[in-house]
């Protein structure tokens, strides 16, 4: 999802964004190197997270530190917290660590606690389509609705 609404965001908006996922050689460098839980948090220093930025999270559970689910999120989030960076999500679930730091989040509403994961990620897509299509933020056609 991350890669797709990079695409999204850049391609459509003009907006200037990257997730740290798609690198896969400097992911798994940092995993080994620094440990997993802060491959998301040593992305960010490198890229100068400040506050002029925004951190995008899509996510099921937005992490949990005493269930150790997502650790990796939580330094990141506690990361762009100090660089006052501002923070919002599309999540699937509500109470994890992104609704607490979050500026504005998102929460999938739980309609079948056996399709929990693939609701959330497949109405991630759905809003952040929403959002690139938005009239103030869409600068670019898209290919099909070109075509009419």
Not at 30 to 57: M, P
Not at 67 to 82: R, V
């Amino acid at each position: 999802n991350a890669s797709h609404a990079v695409n999204d965001f850049r391609k459509i908006c003009g907006i200037e964004c990257y997730a740290p996922t798609d690198n896969v050689s400097e992911l798994t460098a940092r995993a080994n190197d620094e440990g997993f839980d802060y491959i998301f948090s040593e992305w960010l220093k490198i890229s100068k997270l400040n506050e002029n930025d925004l951190i995008f999270i899509l996510s099921v559970g937005g992490g949990n530190a005493e269930k150790n689910i997502s650790t990796n999120l939580i330094s990141a989030l506690d990361f762009a917290k100090k660089c006052n960076s501002n923070i919002i999500g599309i999540l699937g679930r509500d109470g994890g660590y992104t609704t607490k730091m979050a500026n504005e989040y998102i929460v999938i509403p739980n309609v079948n606690n056996k399709h929990i994961t693939p609701h959330a990620e497949s109405f991630q897509a759905l809003l952040w389509h929403l959002i690139v299509s938005h009239p103030n933020l869409k600068i670019n056609q898209t290919k099909w609705e070109s075509q009419t």
